[in-house]
């Protein structure tokens, strides 16, 4: 299972937050096409996106 986690500035506050993907995701590809999408969003509205990362979960994630 992998996380998206983009790092979102505004530029004009200089300020930043972490944004990420709801629900945890079951490859890698998936992740980075998220990221893609998160990235594309968040750049549209204006913001600077300077870091954005996959990581993978150790432990698999199972909803209950």
């Not at 990420?20 to 998220?34: D, M, N, V």
Request: aromatic share 14%.
């Amino acid at each position: 299972m992998f996380v998206a986690i983009l790092l979102v500035c505004n530029m004009e506050t200089n300020s930043c937050e972490v944004s990420s993907h709801r629900h945890p995701l079951k490859t890698e590809e998936a992740c980075y096409y998220q990221l893609g999408i998160g990235m594309n969003y968040f750049e549209d509205k204006g913001y600077e996106v300077p870091v954005y990362r996959c990581f993978q979960l150790i432990e698999d994630y199972e909803k209950t």
